[in-house]
C-alpha cells in the first residue's frame, strides 16, 4: 500500500510541476494540457535524466533524478514568466501563479475529474495486478531484466543483463521511466513493474479523457459561435469518460462469442457449420457437454489476441497476434507498445493543439517556413523522438497524424492546393532530422531485426475475422459517418473519394506484386521456397491462386473501404451548406465544423494502419506479417476508438425520438458484447481477485482453534495481496530467493548461471538481480541484434563451465568473461555438475539449502 501511495504521490506532483510548462505549450486546449501534464513531465524528465547521465554529466542515482526535476523546474519557472509577460502582468521571479490559480478555480470539475480518474484508474489496476503479480509468464522476464539492469547500471547506456559486456539494444525508454520512479520511491524492480503497468493504464484513462473533452470543448465553441444549432448539455466532463471505456476496458467481440460457444449454441452432434465458418482456433472444436455460461477451457482469455488467421495456399496455418489494449493490460506485459499509450496520446493531444491553431509562428530553418513557432517545433522533436526511443513503430504513425494536422490547419487558412504538400515536407523533413540528433546516443547503440518491407500476396484479412477484432469500434464509426452524411450535404467529393481509394487500393497491390517479382529474381532460392511453400509451380499459378484467394476473402477489404471512402470525402470536401432539415430528417442540420475535421483525420489514419498490412509487411525474424499486424492494429484501435467515442456523444446529442432510443438501444448491446470479455477474463486471470481465498483464511481466523493454523492463515492473509513479485517467488523458491536476494546487494559482477531457451525459467539470477550474466534468452538476443553474432559461443561455454571438472578450463571460461559469481541452483543441478572445482577453487560467497553461490578470487 505504501508503494502505491509513493508512487501516486510523485506522479501527481510530477504533473503539477509540469502544468505550467503544458499550459504553455498547449494554448489552443480547452484543457491547456492539464490531463496530459504527468506523460508530458515523465517524457520530458526522463528525456533529461537520460541525456545527462548518457552524456556523463549526471549518474545513474537519485542526485541525477533530482538533476532532472530541478531543471524541469526551471522550464516550468520560464513558462510562468512567458505566460505573465503575454498577459501584460508584471513579471515576478517565479512568473505568474495567480493566471494558474485562477484557471483551476474556473475549471475545477474538469481538474477534479481528471484527478479522479486517475486516482481510480491507477487504484483499479494496481488491485488487479495485486491480485496476480507474477511476472514469469511470457514475455515478462524480460521486462523485469531491463528495469533491474537499468537500475543496476552504474552509468548509460544501461547493461544489458542478459548478454555481459553489451548495452541493451531495445527501445527502452519507458523501462528507464520505470526505473527512475522506482529508484527515486525506493521501490524494488519486481514491484515497480506491476504499478508501472498501472501507471500505464491510469496515464491511458486521463490522457484520452482530456482528448474528447477537447475535441467536445472545441465543438460546443463552434456550436456556441452558429445560429440555430441545437445546443446540447452531453458535453464535457461527463460525456469525456467515454474515452478510456472504448480505449482501454472495451474489447472484441471474441470474449462473447466464447459465452456462446460456452453454451453449445450452434451445434448439433459435436459438428456446427457456424463455427467451423467461423475458424477461430479453439472455438471450431466441440464444447463440454454441460451447457454454462462462463468459459472454462484452459487459458480461454488469450485467444480473444490471436483471432486473425492467415492461411497459405496449400492450407497451412499461420498464427497472427491482434492485441488490443485491455487484453494487454489483463495479460501485464510491459512492452513497449503499452509503455507508448499516454505518449502516443500525448502526440495526438500535441497535433490536435496544431490543428486548432496552436504554436502559431513563422520559423525559417534550412530554406524551410514552418507555420509554426520555435516553442512548437522543439516540443514536437522532442515528442517524437521519445515515441522512437519508446517504441519505434510508433513514430511513423505519430508523424503521420502531426503532419496530417498540420496539413489540414493550413488547409483552414489557405486552402487546398499543391503548396499544401510543400507545407507539410517543410516540416516533416526538419522536424524528423530534429527528432533524430535529440535521441542520438540511444541509435548510436541501436540494432534491429527489421529488415526493409515484403509483400503480403497470399494473406488477406477475412472480414469475419476482422469484424470480431473490430466490431465495437466498426458500428459507431459507422453510424457517425452515416450522422454526417445525412445531416451534412458536402459538394461533390464523393468520386475524388472513391478514386482515391481505390486507386490506393491497386497501387498497394501492384507494388507488392512487383517486390515479390523482385525478391524472385534478385533471390531465385527463396523465390523457388516461397513457391513450394505455396504448392504452386511459378509465378503464374501463384498470381492466379493468390486473386482467387484475394476474391474470394474480400469482405475484410470491402469492410475498411466503406469506411476510408466516406471518411476520405467528407475530409476533402470543400464546401458545405446549411439546408432546413426536413420533418422525417433522424438529426439536426448542422455544419460541419473543425473537430469534426480532426476526428475524420482519427479514422482516416486508422483505417489506412488496417489496409497496409493487406499488401505489405515488415520484414523480421517471424518471417510473416504477426508482427505487423500487431503493432498497426494496435495503433488503429487507439485512434478509432478515439473517433468512434467522440462519435458516440455526438449521435447521442443530435439524434431525434425514435432514432435516439435506436442508437441508444444498441450501443447497450455493443456495450454487452464488448464488455464480456473484461468482465469474465478478468476474474478468471485473478482467481476472482482471490476473494475465494481470503473468504478461507478468514474463516479460519475466526475459528480460533488451531493456534498455528492460525498463524499460517495471518500471514498468507498479510500476503495475498502483494505487488512485489519477489514475495511470489519467495513462497515458491526460498532457497534460490535466498540467494538471489544476496547477490542484490553484493558488488557488482558478472554472474554466471545456466543457459537455456526463451519464455522459460533461465536468466532468472540476471533478471531479478540485474547484474549481467553472459547469456540469457538467446532467441530474444538474437531479435534484438539480428542475429547470433554477438552470442559466439557463449552458451556452449557455460554449459562446458559446468560440466567440465578440469579447473583450468573452467578458470579460462570465467576469465574471457570476466565473471565474478557462479551461481548454482535447481536449474544448474538439473544438467551436467561438477561443483568440485567450484568448492576447491573459489570462495562460497552464499549457501542455503542446496544452492550456493561462488565467488571468483
Do not use: C
Not at 16 to 37: I, K, M, Q
Not at 184 to 199: E, F, I, R
Not at 623 to 637: D, E, H, L, M
Amino acid at each position: 500500500m505504501g508503494w502505491f501511495f509513493s508512487w501516486y504521490l510523485t506522479v501527481t506532483l510530477l504533473g503539477w510541476l509540469t502544468f505550467p510548462l503544458v499550459y504553455r505549450l498547449f494554448p489552443a486546449l480547452a484543457d491547456r494540457g492539464y490531463s496530459l501534464s504527468r506523460a508530458a513531465g515523465l517524457l520530458v524528465w526522463g528525456y533529461l535524466f537520460w541525456l545527462l547521465t548518457s552524456l556523463r554529466l549526471s549518474q545513474n542515482d537519485v542526485g541525477g533524478l533530482l538533476l532532472g526535476l530541478l531543471i524541469l523546474a526551471g522550464l516550468s519557472i520560464w513558462a510562468l514568466r512567458s505566460i505573465a509577460r503575454r498577459h501584460g502582468d508584471e513579471v515576478s521571479p517565479f512568473g505568474n501563479l495567480p493566471i494558474l490559480v485562477g484557471w483551476v478555480r474556473h475549471n475545477r470539475r474538469l481538474v477534479l475529474s481528471v484527478e479522479g480518474l486517475f486516482l481510480v484508474a491507477f487504484a483499479f489496476l494496481a488491485f488487479v495486478r495485486a491480485s496476480n503479480p507474477e511476472l514469469t509468464s511470457a514475455e515478462k522476464p524480460m521486462e523485469l531484466m531491463f528495469i533491474n539492469a537499468i537500475l543496476r547500471s552504474p552509468a548509460f547506456p544501461p547493461r544489458d543483463a542478459w548478454l555481459s559486456g553489451y548495452a541493451i539494444s531495445y527501445y527502452y525508454f519507458g523501462y528507464v521511466m520505470t526505473a527512475m520512479l522506482a529508484k527515486l520511491t525506493g521501490v524494488p524492480g519486481s514491484a515497480a513493474h506491476n504499478l508501472m503497468t498501472a501507471l500505464i493504464f491510469a496515464l491511458g484513462a486521463i490522457g484520452s479523457y482530456g482528448i474528447l473533452y477537447n475535441l467536445l470543448s472545441s465543438r460546443q465553441q463552434a456550436a456556441k459561435e452558429t445560429e440555430n444549432v441545437h445546443q446540447s448539455a452531453v458535453y464535457g466532463t461527463r460525456a469525456a469518460f467515454l474515452t478510456p471505456l472504448f480505449l482501454l476496458i472495451v474489447s472484441n467481440a471474441e470474449g462473447f462469442l466464447e459465452v456462446l460457444h460456452r453454451l453449445g449454441l450452434f451445434w448439433s452432434a459435436n459438428t456446427s457449420a457456424f463455427w467451423t465458418w467461423l475458424d477461430i482456433k479453439d472455438l471450431i472444436q466441440p464444447p463440454a457437454p454441460t451447457p454454462g455460461w462462463i468459459p472454462d477451457r484452459y487459458l480461454w482469455w488469450w485467444r480473444a489476441s490471436r483471432v486473425i488467421s492467415d492461411y497459405d495456399l496449400g492450407g497451412g496455418f499461420k498464427e497472427i497476434i491482434d492485441e488490443f489494449p485491455f487484453f494487454s493490460f489483463l495479460h501485464a506485459d510491459l512492452h513497449p507498445h503499452v509503455l507508448a499509450i499516454p505518449f502516443s496520446l500525448l502526440a495526438v493531444g500535441a497535433a490536435l493543439n496544431l490543428f486548432l491553431g496552436g504554436w502559431r509562428g513563422e520559423l525559417n530553418l534550412f530554406g524551410f517556413r514552418l507555420h509554426v513557432n520555435l516553442t512548437g517545433f522543439a516540443f514536437l522533436g522532442l515528442l517524437l523522438g521519445g515515441l522512437a526511443f519508446l517504441n519505434t513503430w510508433d513514430i511513423l504513425i505519430a508523424a503521420v497524424l502531426i503532419a496530417g494536422a498540420y496539413g489540414l490547419s493550413r488547409v483552414r487558412e489557405s486552402g487546398w492546393g499543391w503548396e499544401r504538400a510543400e507545407d507539410v515536407l517543410a516540416l516533416g523533413i526538419p522536424l524528423g532530422i530534429l527528432s533524430f540528433f535529440l535521441y542520438l546516443p540511444f541509435y548510436i547503440g541501436f540494432s534491429s531485426q527489421l529488415g526493409g518491407v515484403l509483400p503480403n500476396l497470399v494473406y488477406p484479412t477475412r472480414g469475419a475475422h476482422l469484424w470480431v477484432m473490430l466490431v465495437t469500434l466498426l458500428l459507431p464509426l459507422y453510424a457517425y459517418l452515416i450522422y454526417l452524411w445525412r445531416a451534412e450535404k458536402l459538394i461533390g467529393r464523393w468520386r475524388l473519394a472513391i478514386w482515391l481509394s481505390l486507386g490506393l487500393v491497386m497501387l498497394l497491390w501492384a507494388i507488392s506484386w512487383v517486390v515479390g517479382l523482385g525478391i524472385r529474381l534478385a533471390a531465385p532460392d527463396v523465390g523457388d521456397l516461397f513457391l513450394q511453400m505455396q504448392g504452386v509451380a511459378d509465378m503464374n499459378m501463384l498470381f492466379a491462386q493468390a486473386g482467387l484467394k484475394r476474391l474470394s476473402h474480400i469482405g475484410g477489404l470491402l469492410t475498411l473501404l466503406a469506411v476510408l471512402i466516406p471518411a476520405l470525402a467528407f475530409l476533402l470536401s470543400r464546401e458545405r451548406r446549411l439546408e432546413t432539415a426536413e420533418e422525417d430528417s433522424p438529426v439536426d442540420q448542422a455544419p460541419l465544423e473543425s473537430s469534426t475535421n480532426f476526428v475524420l483525420l482519427l479514422i482516416l489514419l486508422g483505417t489506412l494502419l488496417l489496409i497496409g498490412p493487406e499488401f505489405l509487411y515488415l520484414r523480421d525474424q517471424f518471417g510473416s506479417r504477426i508482427n505487423t499486424v500487431f503493432k498497426f492494429y494496435y495503433q488503429a484501435w487507439m485512434v478509432w476508438s478515439l473517433a468512434a467515442s467522440y462519435g458516440i456523444v455526438v449521435l447521442s446529442q443530435k439524434l431525434r425520438a425514435g432514432w435516439n432510443i435506436a442508437f441508444r438501444a444498441g450501443l447497450v448491446l455493443l456495450l454487452l458484447v464488448g464488455l464480456t470479455y473484461p468482465v469474465l477474463s478478468i476474474l478468471d486471470r485473478t482467481g476472482n481477485f482471490r476473494l475465494d481465498g481470503a473468504l478461507i483464511l478468514i474463516n479460519t481466523l475466526q475459528a480460533g482453534d488451531d493456534e498455528s493454523a492460525q498463524l499460517v492463515a495471518r500471514q498468507e492473509l498479510d500476503s495475498l495481496w502483494a505487488l512485489d513479485y519477489f514475495d511470489m517467488f519467495q513462497r515458491q523458491n526460498p532457497d534460490e530467493a535466498a540467494a538471489i536476494r544476496w547477490l542484490q546487494f553484493a558488488p557488482d559482477g558478472v554472474v554466471a548461471e545456466a543457459i537455456g531457451g526463451s519464455y522459460s525459467a533461465y536468466g532468472r539470477v540476471s533478471t531479478l538481480t540485474g547484474l549481467p550474466t553472459v547469456l540469457g534468452w538467446p532467441g530474444h538476443e538474437s531479435q534484438w541484434r539480428g542475429g547470433y553474432d554477438e552470442q559466439g559461443s557463449r552458451q556452449g561455454d557455460i554449459e562446458t563451465l559446468y560440466a567440465t571438472g578440469d579447473w583450468q578450463t573452467a578458470k579460462a571460461i570465467l576469465e574471457r568473461y570476466n565473471v565474478r559469481y557462479v551461481f548454482v541452483g535447481n536449474l544448474e543441478r538439473g544438467a551436467p555438475l561438477q561443483e568440485e572445482k567450484f568448492m576447491s577453487r573459489m570462495r562460497l560467497a552464499f549457501q542455503q539449502g542446496n544452492v550456493a553461490v561462488y565467488e571468483a578470487p
